[in-house]
């Protein structure tokens, strides 16, 4: 279960101040997985960082009972200056994970040879991801957060990424933030709309869908 409680998030400009979660409070129940839909702008990937925990609210708490992981393809934990090896090896700490299972699960999945030992500022946008990827694959979450899934890489990668992920989410939550409404529909039972601040919760993902809709018309 993942609960927020009276969460506020706004940023502040010198002329502005934006929210987007205006003392939200609801829950995210354990056994569904929930398509978190809002137009452009609404802020859904900031709420997806704040369930993670990678960004902090101004103010409000968030629960968590259930693993969960860093948004999918997420990065910014990532040291540019230390090797990719090195990067895994302190993530997988971090959540108790063996460092050498986790380091050859990446090495062989993300495929970028002798770059698994280079500085991660070398890396390529592509690269990056791969090891993200495979670094998310490597570690068991019991609720996966994902931000636009895109596949990275060749077809055949591309392939690789769709089966061990099919195999992950048979037994796993997620909450899935994509403008993509097949995939929403693919992987997801229940939805959430971010509009104006608020999170309006469907037991029915079509439902969802078709809110998210109307306000984008």
Same mark, same amino acid.
């Given at each position: ?8 998030? %706004? +940023?502040?400009? =010198?002329?502005?101040?934006? &929210? *987007? ?6 829950? $995210?129940?354990?056994?569904?997985? +929930? ?19 990678? =960004? ?12 969960? #992981?860093?948004?999918?393809?997420? /990065?910014?934990? $990532? ?6 090896? =090195?990067? &895994?090896? %302190?993530? @997988? ?8 299972? *986790?380091?050859? !699960?990446? =090495? ?6 002798? +770059? ?7 890396? #390529? ?7 993200? $990827? ?6 068991? !979450? ?9 596949? &990275?890489?060749? /077809?055949? $990668?591309? @392939?690789?990424?769709?089966?061990? %992920? ?11 933030? #994509? ?15 971010? *509009? ?5 919760? !469907?037991?029915? &993902? ?12």
């Amino acid at each position: 279960m993942i609960q927020l409680a009276n969460v506020l998030k %706004f +940023y502040k400009t =010198e002329r502005h101040r934006k &929210v *987007v979660l205006d003392h939200v409070s609801t829950t $995210f129940e354990s056994g569904w997985s +929930y398509g978190l839909l809002g137009v452009n702008g609404a802020g859904k990937s900031t709420t997806l960082r704040i369930i993670a925990g990678t =960004e902090l609210p101004n103010s409000g708490r968030v629960r968590r009972t259930t693993r969960i #992981s860093w948004p999918l393809g997420f /990065s910014g934990g $990532f040291h540019p200056l230390m090797t990719g090896r =090195e990067n &895994v090896h %302190f993530v @997988a700490r971090i959540y108790g994970e063996d460092p050498i299972r *986790v380091s050859r !699960f990446v =090495e062989d999945f993300a495929e970028i040879g002798d +770059y698994m030992d280079a500085p991660m500022r070398t890396y #390529s946008s592509g690269m990056g991801a791969r090891l993200a $990827f495979g670094l998310s694959m490597a570690i068991e !979450f019991e609720c996966y957060l994902i931000d636009e899934l895109t596949a &990275v890489g060749d /077809s055949r $990668f591309a @392939a690789r990424c769709d089966e061990v %992920f099919k195999r992950r989410r048979e037994n796993t939550d997620l909450i899935v933030v #994509s403008h993509a409404i097949a995939t929403v529909k693919a992987f997801c039972t229940r939805g959430a709309v971010l *509009v104006d601040g608020r999170i309006l919760m !469907f037991e029915d &993902v079509d439902q969802a869908i078709e809110m998210y809709n109307r306000l984008n018309r």
